[in-house]
């Protein structure tokens, strides 16, 4: 699974970038939140229904 559940406490969040060269995003929802790193290429869609994140697609395409 891409997503990597972030631990938070007192609704402070503490996310460590020191060694992240590639761009990632962060997602909250239902008092969750969690980090996914992008691919190189491709599409990304976060997907909501009724304001509550249900899924994140990852398209990185096809290969020919």
């Avoid at 559940?5 to 609704?11: A, M, S």
């Avoid at 996310?15 to 590639?22: E, G, M, P, T, W």
């Avoid at 996914?36 to 976060?46: A, D, M, W």
């Amino acid at each position: 699974m891409r997503l990597k559940n972030i631990p938070f406490k007192e609704g402070k969040l503490n996310v460590d970038i020191s060694d992240a060269n590639k761009p990632f995003v962060i997602v909250y929802s239902q008092g969750e939140a969690k980090l996914s790193y992008l691919p190189s290429h491709g599409e990304t869609k976060v997907i909501t229904h009724q304001g509550r994140v249900k899924r994140i697609k990852f398209d990185e395409g096809e290969e020919f």
